[in-house]
């Protein structure tokens, strides 16, 4: 498996898997100290990586993510970053949760204005089973 850090700071890695096209998010504890804006930049440098690398799935590991989730904007995020995963083909996304996350294991639904199914999982092993599916 071939692996390539795109992009990497204090708050977390991309990382592109072109064998198994999918890109990765891996965020690190580091999290706790983004806000509104900052999450929103980061995302938007992701959707910039993922019109680069042109992967059909996203994997975000959210294990270690600690920013407050009431700073996050899912209007925004349906606005700005959706129609860009869209435009390129993502087929699927999965999150990768700390255990006890309630959608854990809930069948695959488009969210939003999505084009692509979203799953939850415990364990990488079975996120990367279903993106590879």
């Given at each position: 498996m071939?692996?390539?850090?795109?992009?990497?700071?204090?708050?977390?890695?991309?990382?592109?898997?072109?064998?198994?096209?999918?890109?990765?998010?891996r965020w690190y504890d580091a999290t706790d100290g983004l806000n509104r804006?900052?999450?929103?930049?980061?995302?938007?440098?992701?959707?910039?990586?993922?019109?680069?690398?042109?992967r059909a799935g996203v994997l975000v590991d959210a294990v270690q993510f600690g920013m407050d989730v009431t700073h996050m904007d899912g209007d925004w995020r349906d606005k700005n970053i959706i129609p860009r995963y869209n435009a390129v083909g993502v087929t699927k996304f999965a999150f990768l949760m700390p255990h006890g996350m309630p959608a854990i294991g809930a069948d695959p639904v488009v969210e939003g204005p999505a084009d692509y199914p979203t799953a939850y999982f415990g364990r990488r092993s079975d996120a990367l089973t279903w993106l590879g599916s």
């Open positions: 071939t692996a390539t850090v795109v992009y990497e700071d204090q708050y977390g890695a991309m990382i592109d898997y072109p064998d198994d096209d999918y890109v990765e998010i804006d900052s999450f929103n930049n980061w995302l938007s440098g992701f959707a910039g990586g993922i019109e680069h690398c042109r």
